[in-house]
């Protein structure tokens, strides 16, 4: 397994606006498909936002239009972009990223989680 770094989470007035990023720490060789997922209190963790290593994305129906998640293959990162956001966005945002090690093998890593909370 290899640590990741997530930041950006916080406290923001619903409408408002975050920026999530997470980034593997250490040396590694790639990284692939990465993604975020989040977990509201009492319920199931659920995926927010894909991108596969030729940029293709996917989004959740209830994230799409407001949530953005891009990559920077040269830093090894992934963000998430988020706007217009509501109360019920609320969750701990988890990123998941492959990651390939020198070794050649490949890896599915899951950061700490970082916490979002949108108030009225």
């Known amino acids: 397994q290899v640590p990741l770094v997530e930041s950006g989470g916080g406290l923001v007035q619903a409408g408002g606006s975050l920026r999530l990023s997470c980034a593997p720490s250490?040396?590694?060789?790639?990284?692939?498909?990465l993604g975020w997922h989040r977990q509201a209190p009492g319920k199931q963790r659920e995926s927010v936002a894909v991108i596969t290593r030729d940029g293709t994305t996917n989004y959740a129906d209830s994230i799409k239009f407001r949530f953005t998640i891009s990559r920077d293959n040269a830093k090894n990162t992934v963000y998430l972009k988020m706007n217009s956001l509501k109360l019920e966005d609320t969750a701990v945002y988890y990123c998941?990223?492959?990651?390939?090690?020198?070794?050649?093998?490949?890896?599915?890593?899951w950061g700490k989680g970082t916490q979002v909370t949108v108030s009225s």
């Open positions: 998941n990223v492959q990651v390939q090690r020198y070794s050649g093998i490949w890896y599915d890593c």
């Open positions: 250490g040396s590694i060789l790639s990284i692939g498909t």
